[in-house]
Each structure stands twice: as structure tokens, then as C-alpha cells.
């Protein structure tokens, strides 16, 4: 396995590198997101992209988006060039810094989107960063990571560290799919929408909210963690938590979890662990 060295995951946006049409591919996409969030967005995400004066012409510049986010969470965008390995993604989390895709997808294919761009990252992700009670959600988050890592550091057997890994790093990926990514919240005005996967998607938004075709539950830890998904297609089960606070606990009983040896034998099946994002972990851990 090719190491990935540090120095080449973070970026500078290359600003100027964007063409007419990349600014064109981002206006359309955040103007036809815009009625979509006022309906089925919840009213957190709604105040984040206030607060973010996000522009709806022109692709934003990190550094801007960073000087209205970082006075309110201490959070900040910050560029990188692709696939950031899962621990140091988490542990950017737990630093308040968050991996931001500076690519955006192709104008003539608004929809397919297999991998995260720049609309995903910073209209999907980052006004939910503006909320304190999110914040520290995902610091937890990053929090986890770090446990994970001295949890299995303590396995002296190879073949076996690799395998209780495998298992928390499986039940820590579904729990943040269920959640960060494709979250459903209560509130007054009945099911909202949370998760970054939906508040990019135009088609999926909607449909996460209005389709008999999807599951609506009210979020088990024991479920999500066991739950396998696909990423190919829309989602026919979505789990609902009551607010960002019931979230965070949710992290912080996931943390017990892993401490408890709750996490050691999850369901086998989707996602698929790699050997790059388990590679993280164990390197973590060894400089622990
Ligand atoms: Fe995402």
C-alpha cells in the first residue's frame, strides 16, 4: 500500500483555476436548491447559510466562508485534494478543521455525483458547522476516532486488531452515514432535514421527506451501527433524532460502545473498510 504523505491531502483552493462554467455549474445548482432548502431543510441549516452570506453566482473562496464560520463554532473549510484518509478526517474534525473538496462536478451531469465536490462539501456541510450544538457533535466525532485507535493499539495480535477494527471503523462509518450525512431531525413543522447527503441533493431532499418508498425511524444506536447502505442510489431508510443535543449523546454512547467491546462484532456487509482508511487507525495508534 502507497503511504499518502500529509503534505499533499491539504491544499490551497486553487481559485483561479475555476472556469466560467464551473461558477455556472455552481449557480444552478445552489438557485434550484434554494426553494428545496426552505421547505425541507431544517431551520439551523436555513440560519448557517444566512450567517455564511454564501454566494449564489460565484463558487465561494474558503477563506471567505472561513471568516463568517469561525467567529460563530471555531470551525474552517479547509481545501484539500481528494481523499482524506478516515482517521485524519476525523481527527480534523476533532480540531474544528473540516476536509472540503475544492473540485465541482461536471455542469452537464448536475445529479450524478459518486464523490463529494464543492457544492456537497460547502453548501451540504458547512452551514450545519455554524450551529454550536453540531459543532461539538462532530468533535465528538473526532473524539471517537482517537478512542478507536487506543482501543485496538491494545490487541497484540495482528490479525485480530485488524478485524475488531474493521468492526468499529464499520459501525463509526454507518452511524455517521445515518446521521451527518443523511440525517433526519424533528421539529415544530414535522420531519426536517439534516444530513449534508440530502441537503446537496435536489432530487434526493424531496424525496428523503415526501416518499412513501422510504423508511422514516426514529434513530437506534444498535440499529444504524448494524445497518448495512448503499451509496448508488436513494436511500429506503432514513432514521429521525430528536435534536442536535440527542445526537451528541448518541455520539458519546457510541464512544461507550467502543469502550465496552459493543462494537467488536457488527453486522459484516455494506460499507466496504479499505485498507487505506483501516491503515489510518493502526497508525494512529502505534504513535499513541
Ligand atoms: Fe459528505
Redesign the pocket.
Known sequence: MEAIAIQDIYIRQPYESYTEEDHETWRRLYRRMLPRWEQYANERFRTGIHSLSLSTDRIPRLEDVNKFLSPLTGFRAKAVSGYVPAFLFFDCLRNREFPTTVTIRNGQTLDYLPE?DIF??IA??VPMHTDRNFAETLVRFGECAHTAAAVVSEIRDPAERTRLLTSIFRAMARFFWFT??FGLMRSRDGIRVYG??LLSSFGEIQHAIDSPDVQRYPIQLEWAINQSFEIDHYQPLLFIVDSFDHLYSLVAELERWMKAGKLNHVAPGEPAVNEIDLQSFLDAGAGL
Do not use: M, T, V, W
Request: charged share 20%; proline share 11%; hydrophobic share 10%.
Open positions: 463529494p456537497h462539501d451540504g456541510h451527518i450525512e449534508s447527503g
